[in-house]
């Protein structure tokens, strides 16, 4: 059964070259006994929440406020500085270009290796199939990721990504760079999925779609929660995918 727990969780993003660092500063501080932690940025701070099959959960608040970071750390790409995570079921993370792909590998090997990193055992069907779905020319499998237009690169991540059902379904920033013609294709495969879903995060800006899509709303400010609000009225299924960014 899937489920998350987070409970009192922190985290902090360390802030390498945002100081001065230079190898004789920090010497000459080992020599005169300081010594010189790494300055670190609190993105999450001091949040609980739980989550249980059937719940759709949005992520709101202003630019900043902790929404992609909340959504990479239940994603486990980034590990909580302190408090404890329990993640129970597979997760499906959406959260925008370029996540865990090598721009130098050609687009086959990537969709294999973002396969491996979802659990899964890549097979010449599935690639095909998954190739088939972004209806890009054959002989672009065989280029590096770098050669690929920001549309058609989504086209391959997300054809990728939605393979498979998830019983965790994260969403961040998507489908904005897709064209028309792809993203009704798109937008269908990620309702199916978003139906299949046990449980699915939302994190937008856009207070419509939050309201007619989630059972509830946590309100995010400076990495803490300010406040839960519980839509009265909400459906997994009428849902408009093009957010409106701040
Ligand atoms: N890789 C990083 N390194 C250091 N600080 C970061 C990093 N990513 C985000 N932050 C900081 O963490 C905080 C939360 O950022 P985050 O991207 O999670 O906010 P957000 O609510 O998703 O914002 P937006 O609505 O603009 O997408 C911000 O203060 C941001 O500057």
Same mark, same amino acid.
């Given at each position: 059964?899937? &489920?998350?727990?987070?409970r009192?969780?922190?985290l ?16 000459l501080?080992r +020599?005169a006994?300081? $010594?010189?932690p ?7 701070d001091?949040?609980? /929440?739980?989550? &249980?099959?059937?719940?759709?959960i ?6 900043? $406020?902790g929404? &992609? ?14 408090g404890?995570?329990g993640?129970?079921?597979? /997760? ?10 090598n721009?130098?590998?050609?687009a086959a090997?990537?969709?294999?290796? @973002?396969?491996? /990193? ?5 097979? *010449?069907a599935?690639i095909?199939?998954?190739w088939?779905?972004?209806? @890009? ?7 590096? +990721?770098?050669?690929? $237009?920001?549309g ?6 997300f054809?990728t990504?939605?393979a498979?059902?998830?019983?965790i379904? +994260? ?7 897709v ?10 495969? @990620? ?33 803490? /929660?300010?406040?839960?609000?519980? *839509?009265?009225?909400?459906s997994?299924?009428?849902?408009? +995918? ?5």
């Amino acid at each position: 059964m899937a &489920s998350i727990i987070l409970r009192d969780v922190c985290l902090d993003y360390p802030l390498y070259g945002a100081y001065d660092f230079s190898l004789k500063r920090r010497l000459l501080g080992r +020599l005169a006994g300081a $010594s010189t932690p790494t300055p670190t940025i609190r993105a999450i701070d001091n949040i609980s /929440i739980e989550a &249980s099959a059937g719940a759709r959960i949005g992520l709101a608040g202003p630019n900043g $406020s902790g929404k &992609s970071t909340l959504l990479r750390l239940i994603a486990g790409v980034y590990p909580a500085s302190s408090g404890h995570v329990g993640i129970t079921g597979n /997760i499906v993370p959406l959260l925008g270009l370029n996540a865990g792909v090598n721009m130098d590998f050609v687009a086959a090997e990537n969709i294999s290796l @973002l396969l491996r /990193i979802s659990g899964r055992k890549p097979t *010449p069907a599935m690639i095909d199939e998954i190739w088939a779905f972004t209806e @890009l020319e054959e002989r672009m499998q065989r280029l590096p +990721l770098r050669m690929f $237009s920001s549309g058609m690169l989504m086209r391959v991540l997300f054809a990728t990504a939605t393979a498979f059902p998830a019983d965790i379904l +994260l969403l961040d920033e998507w489908l904005s760079v897709v064209d028309e013609n792809f993203s009704a294709k798109a937008e269908q495969r @990620l309702l199916k999925l978003v139906s299949q879903a046990a449980i699915v995060i939302i994190a937008s800006h856009d207070h419509d779609l939050l309201r007619r899509t989630c059972t509830s709303i946590v309100h995010l400010d400076r990495g803490r /929660i300010v406040n839960t609000v519980y *839509p009265e009225i909400h459906s997994a299924y009428p849902f408009e +995918l093009r957010e409106k960014r701040a």
